[in-house]
C-alpha cells in the first residue's frame, strides 16, 4: 500500500490550498483516510478525518477552514485548505486506516495516529503573514 500526497506551497495568510493524497494497493472507498500535521518541534497532529462511511472529523483549529473529501472513482483523498493562518504552516501527512469498513463512530478512534497503519511522505504547506 502506498500513499503519494501532493500540492505542496507557499501561500499568503487567507489564501486556499488544496492537498491531494492517491493510494495505491487500497480501494480508498472501504478505509477511513486521515490528515494529520507537524510542524517544526512540535507532535504531529490530527487535522480531519473520513470515514469509509460518510462521517467525517476535524481538529478545532481548522473545523470551518478546512473540508476533507474523498473521490472513490479515483481513490483520492483531499484536503482542501481555505483561510490559512501562519499557525497551519506544517508538513501535511495523510494516512489510511487498515481496518476494512470499520465501523466505529468515535470521533478518538480517527483522531489518533495509531489508527493508521499507512501514510504518505508528507508535504510542506507555509503560510506567510
Known amino acids: 500500500v502506498q500513499l503519494q500526497a501532493s500540492g505542496e506551497g507557499l501561500v499568503q495568510a487567507g489564501d486556499s490550498l488544496t492537498l491531494s493524497c492517491t493510494v495505491s494497493?487500497?480501494?480508498?472507498?472501504?478505509?477511513?483516510m486521515g490528515w494529520f500535521r507537524q510542524a517544526p518541534g512540535r507532535e504531529r497532529e490530527f487535522v480531519a478525518a473520513?470515514?469509509?462511511?460518510?462521517?467525517?472529523y476535524y481538529a478545532h483549529s481548522v473545523k470551518g477552514r478546512f473540508t476533507i473529501s474523498r473521490d472513490n472513482a479515483r481513490d483520492t483523498g483531499y484536503l482542501q485548505m481555505d483561510s490559512l493562518k501562519p499557525e497551519d504552516t506544517a508538513v501535511y501527512y495523510c494516512?489510511?486506516?487498515?481496518?476494512?469498513?470499520?465501523?466505529?463512530?468515535?470521533?478518538?478512534?480517527?483522531?489518533?495516529?495509531?489508527?493508521?497503519?499507512?501514510w504518505g511522505q508528507g508535504t510542506q504547506v507555509t503560510v506567510s503573514s
Open positions: 473520513i470515514r469509509s462511511g460518510a462521517g467525517k
Open positions: 494497493g487500497r480501494t480508498v472507498a472501504n478505509y477511513a
Open positions: 494516512a489510511l486506516d487498515a481496518t476494512f469498513r470499520s465501523s466505529s463512530r468515535d470521533s478518538a478512534y480517527y483522531s489518533n495516529r495509531l489508527t493508521y497503519d499507512f
